[in-house]
C-alpha cells in the first residue's frame, strides 16, 4: 500500500529523535557541503548545531542560519568541550547524537543505517564506514590501545606499515561486516544520548585527539558496546582544520599520555606510566623536527 499525505511510515513514526553536533573551526570552506549533506541522511527531521570554536568574520553564523542549523559560538576550549557544550543546549527528548567534523559529507541514509544497526539497549555508539574522496577505507574502527598494540604501532607504523601491532590495533581489514570495536573515530559517529550524559560526554581535558579514544574505553567500562556499521558510508576530505601540523603532533603526543594516564592509573603503575611518557615526549621531538 503506498504512502499517502499524513500518514507515516512505522519507520518514520518509531524512529528515535537525531541531533547533529559539527564543531567548526574555520571551516567555511567545508561546512556547506556538509550541511548539504544533511537533509538526505534520514527520512525523518534532524536538528543541526555548529559549535563555531573561531567565531570571526560572521561566515559560519550565516552558512549554519541559511542551511536551518543552530549556531553556537564559543570559545575555543577543545573538540571535545565544544561536543559537550553544543549537547547541552539540545533538547531533552532528543534520544541520539550524531557528532561529525564539518569535513565530512554524510551518504545518503547514513543516519537510518546507523540506527538500524541498533538491536540491543547496550548499544551505546555506532560508526559508519568512513571513507577519503577516492573511495579509500579509513580504520575508523579501532581496538582500545594495549601495551602490546600501543607500544607497537607507535614504534613499527612509519617504518613497517603492515606490522602486526598495528594491524591489531587498527583492525584494518576494510571488512563490510558489521562488528563490535573498543572505539569509534571522533570525524563521524552516532551516540546514545543517555550513556552521553552518563558518562558526563567528552573528557574536555582532552583539547583535541583520544577523546574518542577515552570515550570509547569509559564506555566498555561501563558495559556499553560501540558498533561499527559499514553500510553506513560518509566521505571525510581530511583534516582541514589541522593548521600547524608540528603543534598538532605535539598536542597527539600530550593527549596520549593523559590516556595513558587514565588507562593504567595508581602509585604502582606510575613507572610504567613515566616510560611509557617518556617514549611519547622522544617521538613527538623527533616527528616535530622532521616537520
Given at each position: 500500500?503506498?504512502k499517502?499525505?499524513?500518514?507515516e511510515?512505522?519507520?518514520e513514526?518509531?524512529?528515535?529523535?537525531?541531533?547533529i553536533?559539527?564543531?567548526?573551526?574555520?571551516?567555511?570552506?567545508?561546512?556547506?557541503?556538509?550541511?548539504?549533506?544533511?537533509?538526505?541522511?534520514?527520512?525523518?527531521?534532524?536538528?543541526?548545531?555548529v559549535?563555531?570554536?573561531?567565531?570571526?568574520?560572521?561566515?559560519?553564523e550565516?552558512?549554519?542560519?541559511?542551511?536551518?542549523?543552530?549556531?553556537?559560538?564559543?570559545?575555543?576550549?577543545?573538540?571535545?568541550?565544544?561536543?559537550?557544550?553544543a549537547?547541552?543546549?539540545?533538547?531533552?527528548?532528543v534520544?541520539?547524537?550524531?557528532?561529525s567534523?564539518?569535513d565530512?559529507?554524510?551518504?545518503?541514509g547514513?543516519?537510518?543505517?546507523?540506527?538500524d544497526?541498533?538491536?540491543?539497549?547496550?548499544?551505546?555508539?555506532?560508526g559508519?564506514?568512513?571513507?577519503?574522496?577516492?573511495?579509500?577505507?579509513?580504520?575508523?574502527?579501532?581496538?582500545?590501545p594495549?601495551?602490546?598494540?600501543?607500544?607497537?604501532?607507535?614504534l613499527?607504523?612509519?617504518?613497517?606499515?603492515?606490522?602486526?601491532?598495528t594491524?591489531?590495533?587498527?583492525?584494518?581489514?576494510?571488512s563490510p561486516?558489521?562488528?563490535?570495536t573498543?572505539?569509534?573515530?571522533?570525524?563521524?559517529?552516532?551516540?546514545r544520548?543517555?550513556?552521553?550524559?552518563?558518562?558526563?560526554?567528552f573528557?574536555?581535558?582532552?583539547?583535541?585527539?583520544?577523546?574518542?579514544?577515552?570515550?570509547?574505553?569509559?564506555?566498555?567500562?561501563?558495559?556499553?558496546?560501540?558498533?561499527?556499521?559499514?553500510a553506513?558510508?560518509?566521505?571525510?576530505?581530511?583534516?582541514?582544520?589541522?593548521?600547524?601540523?608540528?603543534?598538532?603532533?605535539?598536542?597527539?603526543?600530550?593527549?596520549a599520555?593523559?590516556?595513558?594516564?587514565r588507562?593504567?592509573?595508581?602509585?604502582i603503575l606510575f613507572?610504567?606510566?613515566?616510560?611509557?611518557?617518556?617514549g611519547?615526549r622522544?617521538r613527538?621531538?623527533?616527528?616535530?623536527?622532521?616537520?
Amino acid at each position: 500500500m503506498c504512502k499517502t499525505e499524513g500518514m507515516e511510515t512505522d519507520r518514520e513514526r518509531t524512529a528515535p529523535r537525531v541531533a547533529i553536533v559539527v564543531v567548526s573551526y574555520g571551516s567555511d570552506a567545508v561546512l556547506p557541503a556538509f550541511l548539504a549533506s544533511v537533509p538526505g541522511a534520514s527520512r525523518a527531521p534532524l536538528d543541526t548545531v555548529v559549535a563555531d570554536n573561531r567565531p570571526a568574520d560572521g561566515t559560519v553564523e550565516r552558512l549554519s542560519r541559511d542551511a536551518g542549523a543552530h549556531y553556537l559560538p564559543l570559545e575555543n576550549r577543545g573538540y571535545g568541550a565544544a561536543i559537550n557544550a553544543a549537547e547541552a543546549t539540545i533538547a531533552d527528548d532528543v534520544e541520539w547524537l550524531l557528532i561529525s567534523n564539518p569535513d565530512v559529507t554524510l551518504g545518503a541514509g547514513a543516519v537510518d543505517l546507523l540506527l538500524d544497526a541498533v538491536d540491543d539497549e547496550r548499544i551505546a555508539a555506532v560508526g559508519p564506514r568512513i571513507v577519503d574522496e577516492s573511495g579509500v577505507v579509513y580504520p575508523s574502527a579501532r581496538s582500545i590501545p594495549s601495551l602490546r598494540s600501543g607500544v607497537g604501532h607507535a614504534l613499527f607504523v612509519r617504518i613497517w606499515p603492515g606490522n602486526p601491532w598495528t594491524r591489531t590495533y587498527r583492525r584494518d581489514d576494510a571488512s563490510p561486516v558489521r562488528r563490535d570495536t573498543g572505539w569509534l573515530s571522533g570525524a563521524c559517529l552516532l551516540v546514545r544520548r543517555s550513556a552521553f550524559r552518563e558518562l558526563g560526554g567528552f573528557d574536555d581535558e582532552f583539547f583535541m585527539y583520544f577523546e574518542d579514544v577515552d570515550f570509547g574505553f569509559r564506555l566498555g567500562r561501563a558495559r556499553y558496546r560501540s558498533v561499527y556499521e559499514p553500510a553506513a558510508v560518509v566521505v571525510h576530505t581530511g583534516a582541514h582544520s589541522t593548521e600547524n601540523s608540528a603543534e598538532m603532533v605535539r598536542v597527539h603526543h600530550l593527549s596520549a599520555a593523559r590516556f595513558i594516564g587514565r588507562k593504567y592509573p595508581g602509585p604502582i603503575l606510575f613507572p610504567l606510566r613515566a616510560v611509557l611518557r617518556l617514549g611519547l615526549r622522544v617521538r613527538s621531538a623527533l616527528m616535530t623536527r622532521e616537520r
